[in-house]
């Protein structure tokens, strides 16, 4: 089975600061893992994924997103928020392994920007 | 750039009413997918459909819905008779391979009343 938490349904930065989304897996076998990002009355949107090789990953608008296996953790940072990255912000977890196909998606987290 | 395009981007359909959600996936992908996003929750899958037939089901994708490629660009679901707990936002997915990033459309909102 496959699962994803996200620390904190709910997060404000000031623009300009550093925006840091956590997101822990858990999967019992090799995880693909991405970050999808929800305007308000859209889509959801790719940011970034993570399949294999390098673990930090370079995503879209500035966003970036580190896998660490110890830690089952994929958290998704960006140095200086922007207004326009006031969204909904989903981690997600698939496999190629195990038969998997769907994708599994977190809670959700609302990132806030205050200008 | 391809996309995964929907319609309509919104219905409202009377309880016990049947409705059929259309998408038309990326034209060189295989699998396709739907699923529900029930307003403030989490998105949630439904059932994937390869090769002309579905491949992986939810639990929520009980015998009230069904899925169908009738021709060679669209992809649709169907709920039979829906019911007031149906109300959600139902994406649809498209990836060229199986665990493939999946892309997906704008999504339909469905209000049931």
């Known amino acids: 089975a496959q699962s994803v938490t996200q620390l904190g349904s709910h997060v404000s930065v000031s623009e300009g600061a550093l925006v840091l989304l956590r997101c822990n897996y858990s999967?019992?076998?090799?995880?693909?893992l991405f970050w999808y990002v929800q305007y308000p009355n859209q889509g959801l949107q790719l940011l970034l994924k993570?399949?294999?090789?390098?673990?930090l990953v370079k995503g879209i608008n500035g966003f970036e997103a580190e896998f660490k296996k110890s830690e089952t953790s994929f958290h998704l940072t960006k140095p200086s928020a922007h207004m326009s990255d006031a969204a909904e912000y989903f981690c997600?977890?698939?496999?190629?392994?195990?038969?998997?196909?769907?994708?599994?998606f977190g809670t959700g987290t609302k990132l806030q920007v205050i200008p | 750039e391809p996309e995964v395009t929907q319609t309509p981007s919104h219905q409202v359909t009377q309880m016990g009413q049947e409705v059929i959600l259309r998408c038309v996936p990326i034209?060189?992908?295989?699998?396709f997918y739907w699923y529900r996003q029930i307003l403030g929750q989490k998105v949630e899958f439904l059932v994937s459909?390869?090769?002309?037939?579905?491949?992986?089901k939810s639990e929520i994708f009980d015998d009230q819905f069904s899925v169908e490629r009738p021709d060679g660009s669209n992809f649709t679901l169907k709920i039979r008779s829906t019911k007031l707990e149906d109300s959600a936002m139902y994406f649809c997915?498209?990836?060229?391979?199986?665990?493939?990033?999946?892309?997906f459309g704008p999504g339909t909102r469905l209000l049931v009343l």
């Open positions: 993570y399949t294999t090789g390098a673990t």
């Open positions: 999967s019992s076998v090799p995880p693909y």
């Open positions: 459909f390869y090769n002309n037939e579905i491949s992986e």
């Open positions: 997915a498209s990836s060229a391979e199986r665990a493939e990033t999946q892309y």
């Open positions: 997600a977890v698939t496999s190629n392994s195990g038969g998997y196909q769907k994708v599994t």
């Open positions: 034209s060189n992908h295989l699998y």
